[in-house]
């Protein structure tokens, strides 16, 4: 979980308060779950945009597309977004 000014703002955190940031972080995130499932599956055959298309095979991105940690990195780029 990423934790800085723009994600804490979005969630309405005080600062320096971890214990409610996770809370809320993983609350929110389960809310979100099924759709940054839905999101993350329209991103398969994007590899031809990456830096070396070449190196990523069909089955690596579909394992980094379908995997915890890529969907929580989604959603911390959603909330550094609107915590702006």
Same mark, same amino acid.
């Given at each position: #979980?990423?934790?800085?000014? &723009? ?13 409610? %940031? ?8 389960? #809310? ?16 031809? %945009? ?11 991105? &579909? ?14 780029? %959603? ?6």
């Amino acid at each position: #979980l990423v934790y800085d000014r &723009r994600a804490r703002s979005a969630l309405r955190t005080k600062d320096g308060d971890l214990n409610d %940031y996770y809370t809320k972080w993983r609350k929110r995130f389960e #809310l979100h779950r099924l759709e940054i499932e839905a999101a993350c599956s329209t991103l398969f055959e994007m590899r031809q %945009y990456s830096i070396n298309p070449e190196a990523v095979t069909p089955e690596f991105e &579909r394992d980094v597309i379908q995997s915890t940690w890529f969907e929580e990195r989604v959603f911390d780029a %959603y909330l550094w977004h609107i915590g702006a």
